[in-house]
């Protein structure tokens, strides 16, 4: 089936609500019904729970529904807004009450009440009518606070220091009179900063405000300090640290750029219980100075010197005479963006403790963490002042147990954290401004001459990603499958930062790529909604006046040929906003980016010749006779022009949800002719094969809908037999890989795809895990050369969830409102079992296999329906419940296919079992 090729289901089908005639007042609706089964749960705005910062006029809003009834559905809700929790808590809803609303919809609700101010706090719960017409309890009470909505709203400066230094401490005192009620912050570092108010640091993320284009986008982070402040004398801190912001050289660099010195605009907001409010905002009147970080750099590490810390710097009453005033800079060019284009924050997740110390000398040793991932050493030492610990981080060892960069850094570049002691007693340092990734730390000590060495008391890695929520669990009786689910996972969140990386420690680079290809195994595990829309905006950001999508976002550096002009990989400028739409319903991508995805469509037809493009990276690291890089099985011309037809189709499919015919039957046509011209240069008809037969050169036409329909199952069938010429091995690369695993699935030839990845002694998953990988690595073979942590080959998550445990969305029902349950049991699995929390609520799949019986369990999420293949000869074969589920209540019998019966079912928990 072709998954991009999809019946375009009409938009307001989905969207229509309407308000019920004759809806009385709020004392009327109050005494309404509250019998229902249903509870509303996880209120949201914005995919956030009680965000801040919130800078959309119209903010969409997000809610669960809960039950352990079956067949349960909204019919109708009545959501309220506030200017107070007390109004609130009273059932009124001053700034919006939307009466009872005829509608099934819970997520995507624009807000159509008062427009709130800038900084206003919104308070808003909801109830909920079912089938029968029973209403719900109100929810829980949830907030989002606005951000600064209009430049105007700016009442700061940006401020850098009168000379350029590695690092910058900036302060300010003021003072808060009795009877405060709210303290908010708006404030942007660059590259990083770090807040703190009376020498607390305020909130727990690390790394902020997240990596963008500076002259195009700056991010700014809303903060609430209410809890940090006091009646009476108050001192802001802000410390100043390079970032991707300002790269320098000295040790390992992948590029060398600035947009300038560093710098911050910060804006404080104090609210009081009598309506008063105050503003202090950066100015000529903050002060600065240099701080004990002495060197600052995203690629080259962080070396901190403790005999140069201010103590109290951050405190009311440190005297910061000496400290020469703020001078005030002009921005880097970018808009001051808040919520609406911010990835979650960074923040320490996990930590590593050593498995293993192996010493090679008196001043240096190995520290094995046991996991390879992004993290930040945790140190505690002590020692005498000016005695220095540097630590080297490292993926692999060499043969003398000292650690090997080759992975990290091919030319051997430094790259490391050094902590100078300020001495005599014991101290700790958590870097501020440097993560990397590595297994093993090794530490190297020194002192000044005379003295003792430092004596290292703890040494911890502290695992560092995205707070996108995981979202996703998969496990099966397949022992080696669920490594490498697990070492999959450990890929994806070192590699989750504020954009996705392509490794943590060499590029640290947004390659566009892995976002489409392993969009959706990324999105089984994370709620990526707002990481998608974060890289979306860096991709529009990034984009060049002639309408190319470079291969990486942000575009920090510019490179030569295909590595900065690959359809495969600008093309996800259109998949990634589609995909959002499938998993989530939202529209708001495809609206927001649709002119300049048009242009980009437009940038691909001048490169095209009658209608083929010819020219990038192909199928990047496949398996050829040569070392990996440049496709070698597959022709760039066939990839090339297979996204440029994919993302005509996708365009058209946009275009008529958006309502412009015009465009939608252009794109359609544009679409037809790529098809027709691909199809008359790749496709051998006597061999039944597209070009050279690769596993890449066939499977991308079947799954995009290029190939026609009387030749697909011998151009599947040319796949198998590839794959079994290889002894059950993959060829295929980056690119082509998730295509493979579709291509096979969507045949039904799930037995392949296990076969392939059953083994360890071929290139691939397994062997990665033999040669000792714990997380995912670039090659397929493990090369030593390569990065060790690299999660561009993850697709397999993907046929875990949707194939092994079936478990997707319908395209007629987007957002998961229409469910497909298909559990494809391959090879000697005897039992799979899977979780996946959509956006409307938790999905989950466990079936088992044994003695000739099949047994189903199946839990949908209110407010939804699900089409249930369960394996079974015949429909009456299939039991629920203890009788013949085809006359079950609730149940509908839809067809019975070969080795299938097919239902519809709606909420709850379903206990199929079947003869197999």
């Known amino acids: 089936m072709n998954q991009y090729v999809r019946r375009v289901v009409p938009l307001l089908s989905v969207l229509a609500i309407s308000v019920l005639a004759g809806v009385g007042s709020s004392a009327h609706l109050a005494k309404a019904e509250t019998a229902s089964p249903l509870a509303v749960t996880d209120l949201r705005c914005e995919y956030v729970s009680?965000?801040?910062?919130?800078?959309?006029?119209?903010?969409?809003?997000?809610?669960?529904?809960?039950?352990?009834?079956?067949?349960?559905?909204?019919?109708?809700?009545?959501?309220?807004?506030?200017?107070?929790?007390?109004?609130?808590a009273n059932d009124r809803g001053d700034l919006w009450d939307t009466g009872k609303v005829a509608s099934?919809?819970?997520?995507?609700?624009?807000?159509?009440?008062?427009?709130?101010?800038?900084?206003?706090?919104?308070?808003?719960?909801?109830?909920?009518?079912?089938?029968?017409?029973?209403?719900?309890?109100?929810?829980?009470?949830?907030?989002?606070?606005?951000?600064?909505?209009?430049?105007?709203?700016?009442?700061?400066?940006?401020?850098?220091?009168?000379?350029?230094?590695?690092?910058?401490?900036?302060?300010?005192?003021?003072?808060?009179?009795?009877?405060?009620?709210?303290?908010?912050?708006?404030?942007?570092?660059?590259?990083?900063?770090e807040l703190s108010v009376n020498g607390r640091k305020a909130g727990d993320d690390?790394?902020?405000?997240?990596?963008t284009k500076y002259d195009k986008t700056c991010l700014y982070d809303t903060r609430d300090l209410t809890g940090l402040v006091k009646e009476g004398r108050n001192a802001i801190g802000l410390l100043l640290g390079n970032g991707m912001y300002n790269v320098e050289g000295k040790r390992y660099t992948k590029f060398k750029g600035s947009f300038g010195p560093l710098k911050a605009i910060m804006q404080f907001r104090l609210e009081y219980t009598n309506g008063r409010r105050e503003i202090i905002g950066t100015d000529g009147e903050w002060r600065t100075s240099a701080?004990?970080?002495?060197?600052?750099?995203?690629?080259?590490?962080?070396?901190?010197?403790?005999?140069?810390?201010?103590?109290?710097?951050?405190?009311?009453?440190?005297?910061?005479?000496?400290?020469?005033?703020?001078?005030?800079?002009?921005?880097?060019?970018?808009?001051?963006?808040?919520?609406?284009?911010?990835?979650?924050?960074?923040r320490a997740f996990d930590v590593l403790k050593p498995v293993g110390v192996r010493r090679l000398g008196p001043s240096v040793a190995v520290y094995d963490l046991g996991q390879n991932a992004a993290l930040i050493p945790k140190l505690t030492v002590r020692g005498p002042s000016g005695s220095a610990v540097r630590i080297v981080p490292a993926e692999l060892l060499k043969e003398d147990g000292s650690v090997d960069r080759r992975s990290a850094e091919p030319n051997l570049a430094p790259a490391y954290w050094q902590y100078t002691l300020a001495g005599d007693w014991t101290e700790t340092w958590f870097p501020k401004f440097y993560y990397h990734g590595a297994r093993y730390l090794q530490v190297e000590c020194s002192a000044p001459s005379g003295q003792r060495l430092p004596v290292i008391e703890s040494l911890d890695g502290v695992v560092v990603h995205s707070a996108s929520p995981p979202v996703g669990k998969f496990e099966c009786s397949n022992k080696l499958f669920n490594r490498i689910d697990r070492l999959v996972r450990w890929a994806q969140i070192s590699n989750m930062m504020s954009v996705l990386t392509d490794c943590p420690h060499r590029e640290?680079?947004?390659?566009?790529?892995?976002?489409?290809?392993?969009?959706?195994?990324?999105?089984?595990?994370?709620?990526?909604?707002?990481?998608?829309?974060?890289?979306?905006?860096?991709?529009?950001?990034?984009?060049?006046?002639?309408?190319?999508?470079?291969?990486?976002?942000?575009?920090?550096?510019?490179?030569?040929?295909?590595?900065?002009?690959?359809?495969?990989?600008?093309?996800?400028?259109?998949?990634?906003?589609?995909?959002?739409?499938?998993?989530?319903?939202?529209?708001?991508?495809?609206?927001?980016?649709?002119?300049?995805?048009?242009?980009?469509?437009?940038?691909?037809?001048?490169?095209?010749?009658?209608?083929?493009?010819?020219?990038?990276?192909?199928?990047?690291?496949?398996?050829?006779?040569?070392?990996?890089?440049?496709?070698?099985?597959?022709?760039?011309?066939?990839?090339?022009?297979?996204?440029?037809?994919?993302?005509?189709?996708?365009?058209?499919?946009?275009?008529?949800?958006?309502?412009?015919?015009?465009?939608?039957?252009?794109?359609q046509t544009l679409a037809s002719q790529i098809r027709a011209a691909f199809n008359q240069k790749f496709f051998d008809k006597e061999k039944e094969q597209y070009a050279t037969g690769s596993q890449c050169a066939n499977a991308l036409p079947l799954v995009m809908g290029l190939a026609e329909r009387k030749d697909r199952a011998a151009v599947l069938a040319n796949i198998v037999r590839d794959v079994r010429r290889h002894g059950n091995a993959l060829t295929a690369g980056d690119v082509g890989y998730r295509y493979l695993l579709r291509a096979l699935a969507e045949g039904g030839r799930s037995d392949v795809i296990f076969d392939i990845n059953n083994q360890s002694d071929k290139p691939g998953y397994g062997y990665q895990l033999k040669m000792g990988?714990?997380?995912?690595?670039?090659?397929?073979?493990?090369?030593?050369?390569?990065?060790?942590?690299?999660?561009?080959?993850?697709?397999?998550?993907?046929?875990?969830?949707?194939?092994?445990?079936?478990?997707?969305?319908?395209?007629?029902?987007?957002?998961?409102?229409?469910?497909?349950?298909?559990?494809?049991p391959a090879g000697d699995l005897t039992w799979a079992n899977a979780s996946y929390d959509s956006i409307r609520g938790l999905i989950a799949s466990h079936w088992t296999k044994q003695d000739g019986r099949f047994t189903l369990s199946v839990t949908l999420p209110p407010n939804t329906t699900a089409t249930v293949s369960v394996p079974a000869r015949s429909s009456e074969q299939v039991m629920l419940d203890g009788e013949v589920a085809a006359r079950h209540a609730g149940v509908e019998l839809l067809r019975q296919e070969r080795d299938r019966a097919v239902f519809k079912v709606g909420s709850g928990q379903w206990d199929f079992e079947s003869s197999f």
């Open 50 to 88: 009680n965000p801040l910062g919130v800078d959309v006029a119209t903010p969409r809003l997000f809610w669960k529904l809960e039950s352990t009834a079956r067949n349960q559905r909204q019919t109708a809700y009545r959501i309220l807004a506030a200017s107070t929790a007390e109004t609130l």
């Open 104 to 193: 099934d919809e819970t997520i995507q609700i624009p807000y159509r009440g008062k427009r709130p101010e800038s900084s206003q706090q919104v308070f808003w719960k909801v109830r909920v009518w079912d089938q029968e017409g029973k209403g719900s309890a109100w929810s829980q009470p949830a907030s989002w606070t606005m951000g600064l909505l209009n430049a105007a709203d700016w009442h700061a400066r940006w401020i850098a220091a009168s000379q350029p230094s590695e690092t910058l401490l900036v302060r300010r005192e003021f003072t808060v009179q009795p009877g405060l009620k709210r303290a908010l912050a708006y404030v942007s570092g660059l590259g990083y900063y």
């Open 206 to 211: 690390l790394l902020a405000p997240g990596w």
């Open 291 to 346: 701080g004990p970080i002495t060197f600052s750099c995203v690629y080259g590490g962080e070396d901190y010197d403790a005999r140069l810390v201010q103590s109290e710097w951050n405190q009311p009453g440190f005297d910061d005479s000496k400290w020469p005033p703020a001078r005030i800079v002009e921005g880097p060019g970018g808009e001051l963006k808040g919520l609406s284009a911010a990835a979650p924050p960074i």
């Open 508 to 667: 640290r680079l947004g390659w566009l790529e892995q976002y489409h290809l392993n969009g959706p195994s990324l999105r089984y595990d994370f709620d990526l909604a707002r990481l998608f829309t974060k890289g979306m905006s860096d991709m529009a950001d990034s984009q060049l006046p002639n309408g190319l999508v470079p291969d990486i976002a942000p575009e920090y550096t510019v490179f030569q040929d295909g590595f900065r002009d690959s359809p495969e990989w600008g093309s996800a400028f259109i998949l990634v906003p589609w995909q959002q739409y499938e998993w989530t319903a939202d529209l708001d991508l495809l609206r927001r980016h649709y002119d300049a995805m048009k242009h980009y469509v437009a940038y691909l037809g001048t490169r095209a010749a009658d209608h083929i493009l010819s020219y990038g990276l192909g199928d990047w690291y496949d398996l050829g006779p040569k070392p990996p890089g440049v496709a070698q099985l597959t022709p760039v011309a066939l990839t090339a022009t297979a996204f440029y037809y994919q993302d005509a189709i996708i365009l058209a499919q946009v275009a008529a949800f958006l309502g412009k015919a015009d465009d939608a039957r252009q794109y």
């Open 773 to 824: 990988a714990t997380s995912l690595t670039e090659a397929w073979n493990a090369d030593p050369r390569s990065s060790q942590d690299h999660f561009m080959l993850g697709q397999i998550i993907e046929w875990f969830y949707h194939d092994l445990a079936g478990i997707s969305t319908d395209p007629t029902g987007p957002g998961f409102k229409r469910i497909v349950i298909n559990p494809q």
